[in-house]
Each structure stands twice: as C-alpha cells, then as structure tokens.
Antibody
C-alpha cells in the first residue's frame, strides 16, 4: 500500500524557518518525481516545488524561489521542504504528492495527509 | 502566472448533471491535452478523477467525464450523488513544464 506520511508543520513567526518532511512507503521512491503543493485557507491548490527521482533537478514557483529548498534522501525514502524567510502569505496546508507520468502527461496519484503551516506573530 | 479560472461554486440536486468549467489560455489549457481534475473532500487530500482531458483512472465512477474546447476544459458529473459534494480543482500542463491549478469549485448537492 502506498503511503505518504507528512510531519513538521506548525506556527512560526514572520521571517522564521520551518522544515517539512514526507516519508513514503509502498513504491520505489527513487523512481518517481515528487512535488509540494499548498492550499491557503479557503483557496485553491498552488504548485510550490518539485524534485526529480534522483534529486538532481528541482523547480520552484516564483512565489517561493530563493526562500524554499526541496530535497530528498532516497536512502530514507523521504522528501523535505526547507522554508526560510516565511511570510504571512505562506500560511497554508502543505501537501506532498507523488507524480505519475507517461511522457509529458503527469498528474498526482498519491498525496500526503497535509501539514498546516501558519506564519504569524 | 495567473491561476486557471473556475466558478467559485455550483450546485445540483441528486440525480441531476452539473458541469464545471476551467478556463485558461492558449499557453496552457488550449495548448495541451494535459488537463486534470481532482476531487477534494473537506479536510482530505485531493484525488485525481480525470487525466489527459477525458480519461478516468481505474476505480473512478463513469459518472465523471471530461472534455475541452479551445482554452476551456469541462468536468461533467452525471447522476449527482450526495457523496459527490466537495471541492473540484482543475490543473493543466504549462509551457514551463509545471502544473497550473484553478481556484477550485465548491459543489453542493442540494
């Protein structure tokens, strides 16, 4: 059974830092690209970042470029999101998600349970 | 890049059909047949119900169908059931090879 178990959310002051983790099981982690997707209160989904299966390629949304860093440890089947210089507008539920790709067609077939990140003084 | 445009809410009675639109541009929805729809129940993670505009993953009810015309994609739910109530999000592949989501649509089953 595929499982994505998230940890690391919480309350942080503006300008602070936080690290999210996504520990997976049930599939060969290193074979799949992974993403972070967030959802602000009452809003739609927003793609945040993604990382290739090897970890050698990463991408970021303009809104987090230079402040967030995605990484993965394939030996531990875990993906991370390091968030620095946090702002109030980063307040969201953050989901990790596994990509299912066939050529250029890619969608998320498994998701974590979500982690609340609240940025407030 | 602005989000894809979806109606904030739609509603229908049990047994009826509803359609949710998702409008993008010629750089995303209009350019590729890579439109996806996700269903999300309150407090839960999203679940894919349509991929590549009109395909259903295994296990998804055939009451869900997708289509596209120009820069707008559509999700149709036929034979509405109470369990269909929730939020629906569209997503499209973009020229930057990253996904772009819509603002989400809240479906209420009356």
């Amino acid at each position: 059974e595929v499982q994505l178990l998230q940890s690391g959310g919480g309350l942080v002051q503006p300008g602070g830092s936080l690290r999210l983790s996504c520990a997976v099981s049930g599939f060969t982690f290193s074979s799949y690209a992974m993403s972070w997707v967030r959802q602000a209160p009452g809003k739609g989904l927003e793609w945040v970042s993604e990382i290739s299966g090897s970890g050698g390629s990463t991408k970021y949304a303009d809104s987090v470029q230079g402040r967030f860093t995605v990484s993965r440890d394939n030996s531990r089947s875990t993906m991370y999101l390091h968030m620095n210089s946090l702002r109030a507008e980063d307040t969201s539920v953050y989901f990790c998600a596994k990509y299912h790709c066939s050529g250029s067609s890619c969608y998320y077939d498994y998701w974590g349970q979500g982690a609340q990140v609240t940025v407030s003084s | 890049q602005p989000a894809l445009t979806q109606p904030a809410s739609v509603s229908g009675s049990p047994g009826q059909s509803i359609t949710i639109s998702c409008t993008g541009t010629s750089s995303d929805v209009g350019a590729y047949n890579y439109v996806y729809w996700y269903q999300q129940h309150p407090g839960k993670a999203p679940k894919v119900i349509i991929y590549d505009v009109s395909n259903r993953p295994s296990g998804v009810s055939n009451r869900f169908s997708g289509s596209k015309s120009g820069n707008t994609a559509f999700l149709t739910i036929s034979g509405l059931q109470a369990e269909d109530e929730g939020d629906y999000h569209c997503s499209s592949y973009t020229s930057s090879s990253t996904p772009l989501f819509g603002g989400g649509t809240k479906l209420t089953v009356l």
